[in-house]
């Protein structure tokens, strides 16, 4: 990066640190330390390695990775270190984050649901205390295991009861079709039971849950058409919380979807459907999206697709999010929100009043 783009990047995030602008940033990872050392056990499947130099990789052959050859997806210490996390933060503005396990890994899916059970009981009781260190900077949601339903749900009833966190934490392409979001109704029931915060999350779930999407294997234009395909993915899924009827019996549970819950296809097909409501019938979609949030983070950061997003379903439906620790500043889509041809109103419900609301909703001031 260049020193100019370096000196813009900080004087955007000094002046959201100015002006206090961005209470709540509802998209960021974390491994915790018993994390760390259980998937530093393995000797197959997903696994923590280090080098001879000290650094960290994942290792999870088996997954659909953006990673360089050698097939290990690389770790900064963002990652990991609690305190340069709150350092970064303090520096860009930011008083208060919502943190999850980072499903886009896969592990999940590449493990036993015996594995699941251990590695994330362990998991979010490290977050839990994290939470319990930091309450005024950090809030967090359980991660789940997809390949055992009914432990999930008895583990959400800990986390709320037990653990001081306000919800889960689940692999998007999990919801791909209706048959495989009825899978999770056991844990949406105790979400309706505690108005739990849901985040879907880049990955896929066990696969016992049916419907998702293929893996990717295409083998040109790879950086545009894994785009596309994961595009698709929140898409379809995105259809499936909105339109399937499938949250109807959980009016209290909010559900945060990552990348803008599919960047700019969601809100194509949104629009479509409204168009064609003479049609189809369906005159009410904002109303389909009442318990619904995009975020910002990742795939759905850009300027355009921002924008895309809050005219076809409103500021209201749009979070701050930038995917940190994968991504190892949040300056660049604090910047992307700052120079998105929206309002000032409806910056400041993205940046400040929705997460606010949201984590305000769940007993957390910030």
Do not use: C
């Not at 290792?59 to 990991?80: I, K, V």
């Not at 432990?151 to 392409?173: F, Q």
């Not at 779930?205 to 785009?227: F, L, M, T």
């Not at 005159?283 to 076809?312: C, H, M, S, W």
């Amino acid at each position: 990066m260049s020193s100019t783009r370096r000196q813009f990047l900080r004087r955007a995030a000094l002046g959201a640190a100015a002006a206090g602008a961005v209470p709540g940033l509802l998209h960021s990872h974390w491994f915790s330390p018993r994390s760390v050392e259980i998937l530093s056990r393995h000797q197959s499947g997903p696994r923590f390695v280090t080098n001879e130099k000290g650094d960290r990789f994942l290792d999870h052959p088996g997954a659909d990775l953006p990673r360089p050859a050698g097939g290990r997806f690389p770790l900064g210490e963002q990652w990991f270190d609690l305190g340069l996390r709150l350092r970064h933060l303090d520096a860009h503005g930011v008083r208060h984050q919502l943190v999850s396990w980072p499903t886009t890994l896969g592990v999940d899916a590449g493990i036993t649901p015996a594995e699941a059970r251990e590695l994330w009981g362990a998991y979010n009781e490290d977050l839990s205390a994290a939470v319990a260190q930091h309450s005024d900077r950090l809030s967090g949601v359980a991660v789940l295991a997809s390949g055992d339903i009914a432990w999930s749900a008895r583990e959400l009833e800990r986390a709320h009861g037990e653990l001081g966190l306000i919800g889960a934490v689940l692999p998007v392409n999990g919801f791909a079709t209706r048959e495989g979001a009825d899978r999770f109704a056991p844990i949406f029931a105790v979400a309706q039971k505690h108005r739990s915060h849901i985040y879907l999350h880049t990955g896929y779930a066990n696969a016992s849950i049916p419907g998702q999407p293929p893996h990717w294997r295409h083998q040109d234009s790879r950086a545009a058409r894994g785009a596309l395909d994961n595009a698709w993915n929140f898409t379809a899924s995105t259809i499936t919380l909105a339109f399937s009827g499938f949250l109807d019996p959980y009016p209290d549970v909010t559900v945060q979807i990552a990348q803008l819950g599919g960047s700019g296809g969601i809100a194509l097909v949104a629009e479509a459907v409204e168009e064609g409501a003479d049609r189809n019938g369906v005159t009410d979609v904002a109303e389909k999206f009442r318990n619904i949030y995009l975020d910002t983070g990742a795939g759905g950061r850009g300027p355009q697709a921002i924008a895309l997003a809050v005219r076809v379903f409103g500021a209201d439906r749009v979070v701050f999010g930038t995917d940190f620790a994968p991504q190892a500043s949040v300056a660049p889509v604090i910047e992307n929100i700052r120079k998105s041809p929206l309002t000032g109103e409806e910056r400041q419900k993205i940046l400040v009043d929705n997460p606010r609301r949201i984590l305000a909703a769940k007993g957390v001031a910030v």
